[in-house]
Structures are given as structure tokens and as C-alpha cells.
């Protein structure tokens, strides 16, 4: 029974965005290592290249967190997971704003993630009054 719920919720739209966010984060920060892992004039690096690693680390929690609310049989538990979720998105939205001040060409690649992370907050909403 266990390992039927965990497969079904692998399917759930909620988990297939953060999937999709998770890729685009990926893809996303490869592109800007490359170009913000130079080192200027004064040989220090761009301080914008951490904030794409925090990026990758913040999409890639948000499944397991998805994961583990719905498995959860209490209401407090799945509630904390659903906070846990919350601030991982409004954290994940800041850094990818954070991202657009960064001199590399990848930023404009960064409004198709910001626009994935609205939908993502939209289904979020949605969910939230379904656990």
C-alpha cells in the first residue's frame, strides 16, 4: 500500500513542477557557471555564481518535501512540510530575482524560470487546501 501512494504521487502535478523547476534550475546554473566562474580584472570571482548553486539546492528539496507532506498521516506534519515548501519557493523566487542583476548572458534565461515558479506558487495554493 505504502509504495502504491509514494508511486501515484510522483505523478501529481505539484511534484512534476518542482521536477521541471529542478531541471530548469540545473540547465539554468551550468549556463551561468560558465560564464560568472571567470574571474574580472582584480581576479575575484562573481558572487552571483553561489546564488545559482543555492538555486539548484532549493528546486531540488522542494520534491521530497512534496513528497513527504502527502505521505504524512497527521494534519500538523503535513502543515510543516507545507511551510517547509513555502519558504523553499519564496526563497527559490528571491534568488532567481537576485539573478537578473548578474552580468552574464544567461540572465535572460532567468524570467522562464521565474515564470515556472508562478505556476508553481498557483498549484501550491491549490494543494495546500487539498492535504
Not at 38 to 67: A, C, M, T, W
Not at 119 to 128: E, P, V
Request: glycine share 2%; charged share 25%; hydrophobic share 35%.
Amino acid at each position: 500500500m505504502f509504495t502504491s501512494s509514494l508511486h501515484n504521487n510522483r505523478y501529481s502535478p505539484i511534484y512534476s513542477k518542482a521536477q521541471e523547476i529542478l531541471r530548469l534550475a540545473h540547465h539554468l546554473s551550468e549556463y551561468l557557471s560558465q560564464d560568472l566562474s571567470e574571474k574580472d580584472i582584480r581576479n575575484y570571482e562573481d558572487p552571483h555564481i553561489y546564488i545559482s548553486g543555492d538555486i539548484v539546492q532549493q528546486s531540488f528539496s522542494l520534491g521530497p518535501h512534496i513528497l513527504k507532506a502527502e505521505e504524512e498521516y497527521f494534519q500538523e506534519d503535513k502543515h510543516r512540510h507545507a511551510i517547509s515548501i513555502l519558504n523553499l519557493c519564496n526563497r527559490l523566487y528571491y534568488n532567481c530575482q537576485r539573478l537578473e542583476n548578474a552580468n552574464s548572458n544567461g540572465k535572460e534565461y532567468v524570467p522562464v524560470i521565474l515564470k515556472e515558479i508562478r505556476r508553481f506558487r498557483h498549484l501550491l495554493r491549490k494543494w495546500l487546501i487539498t492535504i
